[in-house]
């Protein structure tokens, strides 16, 4: 059996994106304990505006069998590790600064850590979309920040 593979295309935010992904599985040969796929994804980006070609190619091993994993699977689970990265970690460095933080000493930078997610959770779950836009709303009126928590 020859290794598996699947293909997508997007077109969005200035650029064309490829993306192919070649599996392999037990039966291509892969004789690790406990990995049930290896996978290659190719990733080639045209930045429309310059022309620019990008290629990237990244390596990973999974778990999950071919049973419960397709290729196409595990090409929509590595895209959406990218909306992981840009709902919470861009928001932290981003909106909160947090790489910027002085707060280095005892438990300070994981409670200063633990209260950024809280906001941004509280934030998400009161039906907020731009976190960035509300965070200068808040700070700008204690009143919208109150009435936004129901008192």
Known sequence: MFPLNAETTELGHGRFE????IVATRATGLHFPHIGQAFLIQRSTINSKEGTIRDDY?????SLTPDRATPENLLGLARGHWEIENRNHHVRDVTFHEDLSQVRTQNGPHMMATLRELAMSIMRLTGVKNIAKACRDFAASAHKTLRQLGY
Request: hydrophobic share 45%; proline share 0%.
């Open 58 to 62: 990244a390596f990973g091993l999974t």
């Open 18 to 21: 490829y993306r192919k992904i």
